[in-house]
């Protein structure tokens, strides 16, 4: 028994509930003053190279499998993109931003810095 001192006199419920799991919160900022280039670049390669950009800003921004990346795209650009050309817009936005712009236009710089290639090869994507 307890002694009366110790009793609540008031009967207690257990109102105490599980943990909740909540969402994080995440409060938009906006983009950092120092980081404003890459976004000032992404727009800049938008107006040609929309896909791209897209798949860029997607890439970066998006946690998720390269091929759930590649359906966003895809839904958002409208059409079918596979993971092949998914990866390889990536890759040539990745040039793109980065500024080695003579590894997509091979006319304006020497070839032999884009490919590793034997040289008849080279003469003959040139000759075109």
């Known amino acids: 028994m307890v002694p009366m001192w110790a009793a609540d006199p008031i009967r207690a419920s257990n109102d105490a509930s599980h943990p909740h799991d909540l969402p994080e919160v995440a409060v938009d900022i ?5 980081l404003r280039w890459i976004d000032r670049a992404l727009a800049s390669m938008e ?7 897209l798949i860029l800003r997607t890439e970066f921004t998006v946690s998720a499998s ?5 359906r966003m795209v895809a839904e958002k650009y ?4 596979s993971v092949w050309q998914y ?6 936005g990745g040039r793109l931003a980065t500024g080695k712009t003579s590894c997509l236009m091979p006319w304006i710089d020497t070839p032999s810095k884009c490919f590793t290639s034997s040289t008849r090869s080279k003469q ?3 000759q075109r």
């Open 30 to 34: 906006g983009i950092p003053d120092e």
């Open 47 to 53: 107006r040609q190279y929309p896909l791209r950009a």
């Open 66 to 70: 390269q091929a759930v990346k590649a």
């Open 78 to 81: 409208g059409g079918t993109l």
């Open 87 to 92: 990866r390889r817009e990536l890759q040539m």
């Open 124 to 126: 003959a994507l040139f």
